[in-house]
């Protein structure tokens, strides 16, 4: 059935060399394929690569070498400012550390990546910013100022922002990582809830078992290798 | 790109970071508003002791000087042509002071199109009469209207009225030479020419210039009443001033009409090339002093950018990360400066103009400036033009290294390192 579902997201062969303070391979040969409408979860243990490989994949960590495709697209080796592009257009991010911009408010940050794609005029974007708060029952709190929430609700807007330009795909960085129990919940309905409605497509680091649990397919991942998928 | 969401960005950024951006502001209204003071008030003064001289003196003089005539009979006979002849004890020719055909040359002149005006004098030495004792003296017979409009003459009658210098047999005196001779306005005095001829003439005003010597034996009559008093026809004329549109033209047309007209010609930058060098380094010392202020409080927004990119890394590389790419960030950063320099420089050449308002209120009244009351200002909008044009560049230096330093933050350093 997946077979079904074009590529979004296609690693080959992926190797990622530190050379700081000495020479390390942090990634060794790493392929795998995310489908569309497919939420993928990488897990393995602190220092395995995950990490790295996330930051390879979303464009904007370039000193790699193999070849990335998005889209049905090669885009290793395009110039920064495409890949800037990219990452607007068709990757939304939601980081361990929520990441919104406290000078903006709630709805203001929704709205930044919409206005720097230019696809849509501010008042429809006004308007789409508010529906991706109401899924995330966070439209009362969209006039706040980011630093006025608690981590959950941030996280909840991280998500909402990481949506905005209908991307292609979002991914995940321990995005309940920094949450208690409860908002790690919360949070973790929210991603399956697009998974399942709106069929999006996603792929998350964690190291929280029970996330990657309630996720279609988990690659797992040891010592820069991908020993299961 | 939209410039609207960098405006929008760079304007959150600021006001994240309100203090430290006023900051900034102010020190850049602070040097701009110093240097427009400081260039309006020496250009002022400039222009002011420039004026004591340059005001009154014409761009070109023409008269007949005395010398020995320069084609003495020796050197043109055919006998001694290769010879070495040497003429001791040679003397002026009896040339005479008048300028020959002063009228057509004045014609010519005021026909010229590099001119702005002409105007004829002639000059006498004579004593002045005051009971037993005779004060030398020059007075300068003036075409009023015109020595007015073109050297303002009027700016310098400090009493009674220049107008009445039209009639004849009326005299201004310097108040140096009115002080010694004890004459009041309406009195009569007695002059007498080189030449022994007798006159007696009323004085309607006195004359002061500012420099003391020159007002100690100056004094001003109507051209008609000095060729009278010379014994003269109307077409006796001394010396022609002449007055240019351009300044800088003097020394060549000096050179050019002398040889046309066979006279002698005096020009401006001959006679007060001290005055000029003088202006020169003046304006070089403000100048210099106004882009210091500048540069320093160029210094102080690149500290205070530089610190802003260490407190928004995070904000960088999230912009970088949702796909705004290096020259967004280097726009965003590069606009932060560009504000501060606008709003500064904006706000400071407002105050620079206050500042220069309140100068020219503050009283400076001295002797030898009749005409000047208050510290003068020269709000030439020059001054302001390069205030704006420095604030902007030095705001953009500024910020340009800081900008690029954040347009070069690489996002995933800043989200593995938390």
Known sequence: MKNHHPTALQAEGVDKFFFNPTKTQVLKKVSFEVKQGEFVSVVGKSGCGKSTLLYILSTMDTDYQGKLHMDGELITGKPRNYLAHLRN?????????????????VLENIMIPGLKLGKYSREELEYRAMEKLRIFEMEEHALKKANQLSGGQKQRVAIARALINDPLLIMGDEPTGNLDKKNSDIVFNKFKELAQEFKQTMLVVTHDQEFAEGTDRIIEMEDGRVIRQ | MKWSLILELSKALMLARFKQTAVAATGVMFSITMFVTLLGFMNGLNSMLDGLVLNRTPHIRFYNEIKPNPNQPVDITDEFQNTWNIIRSIKPSTSRLAIYNSEQIIQNLENDQRVLGVSPKVSAQVFFNVGTIDLTGIVSGIDVQKEAQLFAFTDYITAGNYEELNQTNTIILGKGLADRMLTGIGDVIQITTAQGNKMQVRVVGYYQSGLGDYDNSNSFASIGTVQKMLGEPPSYVTDIQVKLHNLDLAPSMARELEK??????????????????GTNIRTLISYAVGITLL??????????????????????AILKAIGF???????????IALSIGVIGGGIGLVFGYFACLGIDQIPFETEALPTIKTFPVDYNPKYYFIGASFSLITTYLAGFFPARKASGV???DIIRGK
């Open chain 2, 325 to 335: 790419n290096g020259s967004d960030v280097n726009r965003i950063f590069i606009t």
């Open chain 2, 295 to 316: 540069v320093v409080s160029g210094f102080g927004i690149y500290n205070i950018l530089n610190m802003m990119i260490y407190e928004k890394l995070d904000t960088i």
């Open chain 2, 410 to 412: 690489d996002p995933v």
């Open chain 2, 260 to 277: 046309i007209y066979n006279i002698d010609a005096d020009d401006i930058q001959t006679v007060n090339a001290q005055f000029e060098t």
């Open chain 1, 89 to 105: 257009e068709k990757i939304g991010f939601v980081f361990q550390f929520h990441y919104l911009l406290n000078e903006f408010s």
